[in-house]
């Protein structure tokens, strides 16, 4: 039986990385995976636009004409919000936050320890507990002691004894599980300088803040096991993950269905993120692309200038 489970995990990892795209306006291919009803490209965009100027590679540096091809090839490139909206190639999209929450809904009813977190602040910020690991790559991030216990132990899993002296493994290691492969592949600043390589990974939303000048983004980082969503200014430089586009009769379907969520919101009213019955909201809101208040952004640190 043991023979039976592990050939099976196999082959469901071989089945993601079979998926893949071929993108017609430059040739160039991507891996490609279905996690629950949706296709998401299991790699970061790379496409440089008709004219060759769409976005950045990390440590780009146009104004002395310094380029780094190879860091687009490993991590993709950055776009500005602008550049973002219009990136992704016909069939696809790039996704809004209910985009987004989908793909958090589909592993919060797989994973046990996935959850919408209580430090979140509907509409304008949040958290979901414990989904960044399983949407990881295993490797290219920087190391993080998640045990702060255990500095000669592997830094993401540890064993320690409980109140009663029994043995307590842990394990906050990246899996990767469902063939997502999310990067550390940094972030860039109108200024010209880059960072956060190893440290974050961050990609657009086309949801839309209030005063025009920030959108969202969802970030995962070396040091966390969850995912943050929050607003950021469309001027920065971050990454484009494309999802399929949906039938939207199937979708509507869908709609009416109890769809498992942060808030617990049921079917269309999740859709519509109208107030459920038991009094919590959309964690977006009423409406999934215009903000009525904007949250203190992100300060990034380990920026260096170039």
């Not at 809904?105 to 919408?116: I, Q, T």
Request: aromatic fraction near 12%.
């Amino acid at each position: 039986m043991k023979k039976v489970i592990a050939l099976l995990a196999l082959f469901s990892v071989a089945v993601f990385a079979q998926n893949t795209f071929t993108d017609p306006r430059d040739g160039k291919k991507y891996k490609s995976v279905k996690i629950g009803e949706q296709t998401w490209m299991a790699q970061n965009l790379d496409y440089h636009g008709e004219d060759g100027f769409l976005g950045l590679c990390y440590d780009d540096q146009p104004s002395k004409k310094i380029k780094k091809p190879e860091n687009c090839q490993k991590y993709g490139r950055l776009y500005d919000w602008d550049e973002a909206i219009k990136a992704c190639p016909e069939g696809w999209h790039l996704p809004a936050n209910n985009d987004w929450t989908k793909l958090m809904d589909f592993l919060a009813s797989n994973k046990k320890d996935v959850h919408y977190g209580k430090e979140s602040v509907p509409g304008l910020a949040g958290i979901y507990e414990n989904a960044g690991k399983y949407l990881k790559t295993k490797n290219g991030w920087n190391d993080h002691d998640f045990s702060q216990k255990s500095p000669n132990a592997p830094k993401c899993k540890w064993t320690e004894l409980d109140n009663r002296g029994r043995s307590v493994e842990h394990n906050e290691c990246a899996t990767d599980e469902y063939g997502f492969s999310a990067l550390s592949s940094g972030v860039g600043l109108p200024d010209g300088r880059f960072g956060d390589i190893g440290i974050n990974g961050n990609w657009w939303s086309a949801s839309k803040g209030i005063n025009n000048n920030t959108a969202f983004w969802w970030n995962i980082s070396y040091n966390r096991e969850s995912i943050m969503w929050t607003l950021f200014p469309k001027s920065s430089l971050i990454s484009v993950r494309c999802v399929q586009d949906y039938d939207p009769a199937a979708a509507a379907r869908e709609a009416e269905r109890n769809i498992p969520n942060a808030g617990g919101v049921k079917g269309a009213e999740y859709i519509k993120g109208a107030k459920p019955s038991g009094g919590i909201t959309n964690p977006f809101g009423v409406d999934d692309v215009e903000r009525n208040t904007m949250p203190p952004l992100p300060v990034l640190k380990d920026l260096q200038k170039h």
